[in-house]
Antibody
Framework: QITLKESGPPLVKPTQTLTLTCTFS??????????VGWIRQPPGKALEWLAL???????RYSPSLKSRLTITKDTSKNQVVLTMTNMEAVDTATYYC????????????WGQGTMVTVSS | DIQMTQSPSSLSASVGDRVTITCQAS??????LNWYQQKPGKAPNLLIY???NLETGVPSRFSGSGSGTDFTFTIHSLQPEDIATYYC?????????FGQGTKLEIK
């Protein structure tokens, strides 16, 4: 069974850097066509795609957040890490990681999400 | 950037009704469109990929259609467990844009 799980601090202060880790199992991020992405959802609002890393280390970022985001993968650990700098209150959200499968062209398996609050 | 306009933002329907949600792209996106269901307090779940393909395990009462700029998601006979927010999502080589969501309630 494919699973993904997000981990990270539930609370960060304004201006701090957020580091989130997605740990997955039952698939490999070295398999052709596979990627892992990050999507967030502020309370009561819509989903917003943030970043995606592919099996070949190609990376994609949301243009509006590109300057603040870095996505990296550690294939040996089955982990993908997202860092977001200069956190603000508007970044308060549930952050999800999800597997991207190019053969479907979709995020086909999602983690449960982790809530991050930005507050002093 | 391509803009996705999803409508309606909310709707109320009765069990057994046919429910339709639309997603319009600001330019031709061929069939690069997915539909997700998100139940309250849960992660999204893929229902339809590449505009009209039913994901494995998804009930056949769900369907998707369209290409180019206009897409439709249909629940053919609404069930109580279908209460959720539904999102369309466009993808290309650079962006993976979600629509604003449609919140579906039971009358």
């Amino acid at each position: 069974q494919i699973t993904l799980k997000e981990s990270g601090p539930p609370l960060v202060k304004p201006t701090q850097t957020l580091t989130l880790t997605c740990t997955f199992s039952a698939f490999s991020l070295s398999t052709n066509g596979v990627g892992v992405g990050w999507i967030r959802q502020p309370p009561g609002k819509a989903l917003e795609w943030l970043a995606l890393t592919y099996w070949d280390d190609d990376k994609r970022y949301s243009p509006s957040l590109k300057s603040r985001l870095t996505i990296t993968k550690d294939t040996s650990k089955n982990q993908v890490v997202l860092t977001m700098t200069n956190m603000e209150a508007v970044d308060t959200a549930t952050y999800y990681c999800a597997r991207w499968t190019s053969s479907l062209g979709a995020f086909d398996v999602w983690g449960q999400g982790t809530m991050v609050t930005v507050s002093s | 950037d391509i803009q996705m306009t999803q409508s309606p933002s909310s709707l109320s329907a009765s069990v057994g009704d046919r429910v339709t949600i639309t997603c319009q792209a600001s330019q031709d996106i061929r069939k690069y469109l997915n539909w997700y269901q998100q139940k309250p307090g849960k992660a999204p779940n893929l229902l339809i990929y590449h505009a009209s393909n039913l994901e494995t395990g998804v009930p056949s009462r769900f369907s998707g259609s369209g290409s180019g700029t206009d897409f439709t998601f249909t629940i053919h006979s609404l069930q109580p467990e279908d209460i959720a927010t539904y999102y369309c999502q466009h993808y290309d080589n650079l962006l993976y844009t979600f629509g604003q969501g449609t919140k579906l309630e039971i009358k």
